[in-house]
């Protein structure tokens, strides 16, 4: 990739700027990352730095492909193709997703408060309306608790190995988003932006869930036609949702 990854790097600022302007972050709790795979460079937000103050020279830019040694330390200085600041401390869970993820091109964590909610009493979102439905197919799912050896061995790489094995039985490409069981949202798409309305769609349906639950503590989950209809008119082979 030519120009020191610019087009990379502009295409993860923007995302990471789009986080506070759709009200789905706090402080700096959250990062987006974007993935060139031809070249297997990603870039990510840098650790710890405000929003409003990033720019595209910020951002780090590191080999997807590292993993962590035998002793399970990852040497994400040694990773880095560009940059000077330090990457998120989420940047091993990044890289790990998209090496078992092969389709997807942008990683977006937050702490999106309503989705937050759903993640640290450890349910999933259930699938309430077609809003839901538009977007992912079926009830977003929450990971199992991760073990204090995998907290010791290294949490953060541990913390995609525990969304990989949710997603034995799931297809990453329908179901775009996971609720990490204690901590928060992860979801992805194939762009920076894609990935972001993702998180924020993810947000609104989990805010309009636990508002309906609280109406009406007995409403139950959408048809599985109404959910058939209102996603796949929008995704896959068939899909007349948008302009061809």
Known sequence: MSDDFLALRQECLEAN????????????????????????????KPSGVAYEALTAEDMVVLDVQA?????????????????????????????????AFSNIRAIVHTHSRNATVYAQVGKPIPCMGTTHADYFYGEVPV???????????????ETANVIIERFQDLDPDQM????????????????????VETAFALEVIAEMALKGRNLS???????KAQLDKHYLRKHGHNA????P
């Open 143 to 157: 990971t199992r608790p991760i073990h204090p050896e995998e907290i010791d061995r290294h949490y953060e790489w």
């Open 176 to 195: 775009n988003a996971v609720l990490f069981h204690g901590h928060a949202p992860f979801a992805w798409g194939s762009s920076g932006t894609k990935a």
């Open 67 to 99: 993993k962590p040694d035998d002793s399970y330390t990852l040497d994400l200085e040694k990773a880095t193709l560009w940059g000077k600041l330090r990457p998120s401390s989420d940047t091993p869970t990044h890289m790990r997703l998209y090496q």
């Open 17 to 44: 700027k789009q986080l506070p302007q759709f009200g789905i972050v706090d402080l700096t709790f959250g990062n987006v990352s974007v993935l060139d795979r031809e070249s297997g460079a990603m870039a990510i």
């Open 217 to 223: 503590p007995q409403a139950t989950p959408l048809s």
């Open 240 to 243: 007349y949702y948008g302009q």
